[in-house]
């Protein structure tokens, strides 16, 4: 049974260790008014609860150097600097989500950098350095498949050592983890979260193949 945790004001969520900000906070309402995100960032989506959940099960090494790729307001980071004490980088193409994001790190005390990018076209020498690569609700178009197929390649060569990413169960989902199936140890779980509510989706866990 998860702890009861009581929070200070309405609409404002906890879940799994980390307080959010629904669309009906004062400070959300205020930021909306001047950043209006266009790639699908207005929101927490359910595929980052997906993500924390099954991170507290098979967790990252403490202080370790992440990065969230595709990250919108960024829960997951959020998450991960608070439970992990984790290193984080997000990464999005749209550099509207980015005011959202310090405003949730702020709330919970953690620092997260950013990386104004296309997450697909995430450098090598970017991706040196950082140990886990994550992301939630980041392959909702045909057009990102392969190239995300690329970025895990890439990252995979420049040393990351896993890389975990959640969906709701799109086909193009599971059309990119045929393709990691094929050159990587690529396991794909059923998952659900429990906090704040119910979410059910899939687990990538991709880790390159042992040589």
């Known amino acids: 049974m998860p702890r009861l945790e009581r929070v200070p004001e309405p609409h404002i969520d906890y ?4 307080f959010l900000l629904d669309n009906k906070h004062n400070l959300i309402k205020a930021l ?7 790639i699908h960032g207005h929101k927490t989506w359910g595929s980052s609860f997906v993500l ?18 595709g990250c919108g ?12 004490k984790a290193k984080m980088t997000a990464v999005d193409l749209d550099s509207a989500v980015f005011p959202f994001l ?6 919970n005390g953690v620092e997260v950098e950013h990386l104004q990018a296309d997450f697909t076209k995430v450098k090598s020498a970017e991706l040196a350095g950082q140990r886990y690569i994550v992301g ?13 197929g690329r970025l895990v390649n890439r990252a995979f060569k420049a040393g990351v050592e896993r890389v975990v990413i959640t969906d709701p169960g799109r086909p193009t989902f599971y059309e990119f983890c045929d393709l990691m199936a094929k ?3 690529a396991k794909l779980q059923e998952w659900y979260a429990i906090e704040p509510e119910r979410y ?3 687990v990538l866990d991709i880790r390159p193949k042992k040589q």
């Open 136 to 148: 939630s609700d980041i392959c909702f178009w045909d057009s990102l498949v392969k190239p995300l």
């Open 183 to 185: 050159k990587h140890d």
């Open 73 to 84: 307001w960024g829960p997951a980071s959020v998450f991960c600097g608070r439970h992990f």
């Open 102 to 107: 310090d405003v949730l790190a702020e709330l």
């Open 52 to 69: 924390m959940d099954y991170l507290t099960h098979h967790g990252l090494r403490r202080g370790a150097h992440v990065m969230e790729i």
């Open 32 to 38: 909306k008014k001047r950043y209006q995100p266009s």
């Open 15 to 18: 879940a799994y260790g980390i």
């Open 200 to 202: 059910e989706g899939e």
